[in-house]
């Protein structure tokens, strides 16, 4: 009996020391940078644009907090290498010194990483000086994790493991063809996902277990989002889906959150945070033996002096080469509604600015290389800011299409043109999809009383259209011909060739899988934002002998009956949903 006295009260000082050991540690958080590394906000008191925050003041406020004797670690969520042009023209090298400076501990892998092809995936992982974690990330031979699956990193007496989760979606809303051997026939990696969504939480649940058995407090840093069309691999479906974990600090979906609490599989309480995108926050979360908080700073008036430089540096060189004014736009063009700039109109309708990227690409084919397309197409994934009347610039057409994609043509039978639209449309009218497609030379109908009924397969990709024609969304798709400046009937049997970047045609991103039987007629011939580029430069010139973006000026107006409307916010009229 004194034995057993003896062992209850040894466990239970056992107990009580490793709860007294759970000490205080601060989390500073950022997700969905997106390269904004010259970032401005709105001054409340003038009105007038002011310098917002920066991986200088994520360094600063890190600097100042460890300054006043806490513990801190800083974290990243995913999309941070990709996004403006200050990331394009290096392929995010400058980023990545930014977080080294910074002092990054650890980041997750967004599905924007891969943007710039997997080999420089690799190469940002060993240029940086933090490491990268993706539970989910495998190899299809070993089914082993790519990256390390979790990381623990130690203050004191304690100890906080990292566990990292990147989107399934990154198959698609990245580019397919780079988890793929080089004769892009057989998938080499892969991202546990499921297509009810079990992978994905029991290869999360595994590296849990795993982690929590050598750390005080478990965080999962994911790339997931709470957007419901990501169901269901978003991040509140993964924790009440598992346990084992304290907090979710979440990206992908661009979401502001400051502080959610979610029940577990356990019915216990996860603390979910997202700092919302482009540095519009920091996020800052307490864990402590008491209980786990979150909040979002949006203002801090220190910077560090050497982050600072670093950013200042590259910035000016950037800004150097694209701030050459080569147009004037005399109306905004728009991705979200000019009356509710919260609402991102780009991924499921048309926009004004949706209609100039695809009119770009059919200008280009036409008339710089003289090739015959009959449709130009641009996905709304991939035009991604809202361009203000005035100077447009090479940097106002990099913002709008950041990824540095090239121009390529192919041929395909009416019938894939109208998978392709089918595909496109299948969200409208339920939630966003950035591979919604904007066109030119085409215009047709979608009807949101049909449900979609596209076949994809585990990762989200294209297998076939609905069964009947009767089932398709898409309606009454019509095509321009030049010649007779006439709007025709699509022809199922007829060949037609469509222009676009290769990230959609040769590289089956947002799951467009049908190109792969599509056959190429021209490849690798200008990168996205030049062709707009040149777009722009050739409309008439004003009064001011500049060329001016406008309707009555447009390039395409020697083609009769032509769809034109930029002053229009929601475009030209060539997609109707109904």
């Given at each position: 009996?004194?034995?057993?006295?003896?062992?209850?009260?040894?466990?239970?000082?056992?107990?009580?020391?490793?709860?007294?050991?759970?000490?205080?540690?601060?989390?500073?958080?950022?997700?969905?940078?997106?390269?904004?590394?010259?970032?401005?906000?709105?001054?409340?008191?003038?009105?007038?644009?002011?310098?917002?925050?920066?991986?200088?003041?994520?360094?600063?406020?890190?600097?100042?907090?460890?300054?006043?004797?806490?513990?801190?670690?800083?974290?990243?969520?995913?999309?941070?290498?990709?996004?403006?042009?200050?990331?394009?023209?290096?392929?995010?090298?400058?980023?990545?010194?930014?977080?080294?400076?910074?002092?990054?501990?650890?980041?997750?892998?967004?599905?924007?990483?891969?943007?710039?092809?997997?080999?420089?995936?690799?190469?940002?992982?060993?240029?940086?000086?933090?490491?990268?974690?993706?539970?989910?990330?495998?190899?299809?031979?070993?089914?082993?994790?790519?990256?390390?699956?979790?990381?623990?990193?130690?203050?004191?007496?304690?100890?906080?493991?990292?566990?990292?989760?990147?989107?399934?979606?990154?198959?698609?809303?990245?580019?397919?063809?780079?988890?793929?051997?080089?004769?892009?026939?057989?998938?080499?990696?892969?991202?546990?996902?499921?297509?009810?969504?079990?992978?994905?939480?029991?290869?999360?649940?595994?590296?849990?277990?795993?982690?929590?058995?050598?750390?005080?407090?478990?965080?999962?840093?994911?790339?997931?989002?709470?957007?419901?069309?990501?169901?269901?691999?978003?991040?509140?479906?993964?924790?009440?889906?598992?346990?084992?974990?304290?907090?979710?600090?979440?990206?992908?979906?661009?979401?502001?959150?400051?502080?959610?609490?979610?029940?577990?599989?356990?019915?216990?309480?996860?603390?979910?945070?997202?700092?919302?995108?482009?540095?519009?926050?920091?996020?800052?979360?307490?864990?402590?033996?008491?209980?786990?908080?979150?909040?979002?700073?949006?203002?801090?008036?220190?910077?560090?002096?050497?982050?600072?430089?670093?950013?200042?540096?590259?910035?000016?060189?950037?800004?150097?080469?694209?701030?050459?004014?080569?147009?004037?736009?005399?109306?905004?063009?728009?991705?979200?509604?000019?009356?509710?700039?919260?609402?991102?109109?780009?991924?499921?309708?048309?926009?004004?600015?949706?209609?100039?990227?695809?009119?770009?690409?059919?200008?280009?084919?036409?008339?710089?290389?003289?090739?015959?397309?009959?449709?130009?197409?641009?996905?709304?994934?991939?035009?991604?800011?809202?361009?203000?009347?005035?100077?447009?610039?090479?940097?106002?057409?990099?913002?709008?299409?950041?990824?540095?994609?090239?121009?390529?043509?192919?041929?395909?039978?009416?019938?894939?043109?109208?998978?392709?639209?089918?595909?496109?449309?299948?969200?409208?009218?339920?939630?966003?999809?950035?591979?919604?497609?904007?066109?030119?030379?085409?215009?047709?109908?979608?009807?949101?009383?049909?449900?979609?009924?596209?076949?994809?397969?585990?990762?989200?990709?294209?297998?076939?259209?609905?069964?009947?024609?009767?089932?398709?969304?898409?309606?009454?798709?019509?095509?321009?011909?030049?010649?007779?400046?006439?709007?025709?009937?699509?022809?199922?049997?007829?060949?037609?060739?469509?222009?676009?970047?290769?990230?959609?045609?040769?590289?089956?991103?947002?799951?467009?899988?049908?190109?792969?039987?599509?056959?190429?007629?021209?490849?690798?011939?200008?990168?996205d934002y030049l062709v707009a580029a040149s777009y722009a430069k050739a409309f008439a010139k004003g009064a001011d002998g500049k060329p001016h973006i406008n309707t009555k000026g447009s390039p395409l107006n020697s083609y009769k009956n032509y769809m034109i409307d930029y002053e229009n916010p929601n475009g030209s009229g060539r997609i109707t949903i109904k």
């Amino acid at each position: 009996m004194m034995k057993r006295i003896g062992l209850i009260l040894s466990l239970t000082f056992m107990a009580f020391s490793l709860f007294a050991e759970r000490g205080n540690v601060t989390i500073l958080y950022t997700n969905d940078v997106h390269t904004y590394i010259a970032n401005t906000v709105k001054d409340k008191a003038t009105g007038k644009k002011v310098p917002g925050l920066s991986y200088a003041s994520v360094a600063a406020l890190r600097q100042d907090l460890i300054a006043e004797g806490k513990s801190v670690a800083l974290v990243d969520a995913g999309d941070h290498a990709q996004g403006t042009a200050y990331g394009a023209m290096d392929n995010g090298a400058s980023i990545i010194k930014l977080m080294n400076a910074a002092g990054y501990d650890v980041a997750t892998l967004g599905n924007h990483e891969f943007d710039y092809g997997a080999a420089r995936v690799f190469e940002i992982m060993k240029e940086a000086n933090f490491p990268y974690l993706a539970c989910n990330f495998l190899t299809v031979k070993k089914n082993k994790p790519v990256t390390d699956a979790y990381k623990v990193l130690k203050f004191g007496k304690t100890k906080v493991a990292f566990v990292g989760v990147m989107t399934p979606e990154t198959y698609t809303k990245s580019t397919p063809a780079y988890f793929m051997d080089e004769t892009q026939t057989e998938f080499i990696y892969k991202i546990a996902a499921g297509e009810d969504g079990k992978e994905l939480y029991e290869t999360v649940q595994k590296t849990v277990n795993k982690a929590a058995k050598k750390a005080d407090y478990v965080v999962v840093i994911g790339h997931l989002g709470v957007d419901p069309t990501s169901s269901p691999w978003t991040s509140e479906e993964v924790i009440a889906n598992t346990y084992g974990f304290d907090a979710f600090i979440d990206g992908h979906s661009h979401s502001t959150i400051p502080m959610k609490v979610v029940k577990n599989s356990k019915g216990k309480d996860v603390v979910l945070s997202s700092t919302g995108s482009y540095l519009a926050a920091i996020g800052k979360m307490s864990l402590s033996a008491s209980g786990i908080t979150s909040e979002l700073v949006t203002s801090y008036d220190k910077t560090d002096a050497e982050v600072a430089a670093i950013a200042k540096e590259w910035t000016e060189s950037v800004d150097a080469q694209l701030n050459q004014e080569i147009a004037v736009l005399d109306a905004p063009m728009y991705i979200n509604d000019p009356e509710n700039p919260k609402n991102r109109l780009i991924r499921k309708q048309e926009t004004n600015l949706g209609d100039f990227v695809p009119d770009a690409v059919y200008y280009y084919f036409n008339e710089v290389e003289k090739l015959d397309c009959d449709i130009g197409i641009g996905n709304g994934g991939g035009i991604r800011v809202d361009v203000p009347a005035g100077s447009y610039t090479y940097n106002s057409a990099k913002k709008v299409q950041p990824f540095g994609n090239v121009m390529c043509l192919i041929e395909m039978t009416g019938k894939e043109v109208l998978d392709v639209l089918e595909f496109g449309s299948r969200k409208v009218g339920t939630g966003e999809n950035g591979g919604f497609i904007h066109v030119a030379g085409a215009k047709f109908t979608i009807d949101t009383s049909i449900p979609d009924s596209c076949k994809v397969n585990d990762k989200g990709m294209w297998t076939a259209g609905p069964e009947t024609l009767d089932a398709y969304r898409v309606k009454d798709v019509q095509i321009y011909n030049k010649k007779t400046g006439a709007w025709e009937a699509l022809d199922l049997n007829k060949k037609y060739a469509m222009g676009g970047i290769n990230y959609t045609l040769r590289q089956m991103g947002d799951g467009f899988a049908m190109f792969g039987n599509t056959t190429l007629l021209k490849d690798y011939c200008g990168e996205d934002y030049l062709v707009a580029a040149s777009y722009a430069k050739a409309f008439a010139k004003g009064a001011d002998g500049k060329p001016h973006i406008n309707t009555k000026g447009s390039p395409l107006n020697s083609y009769k009956n032509y769809m034109i409307d930029y002053e229009n916010p929601n475009g030209s009229g060539r997609i109707t949903i109904k």
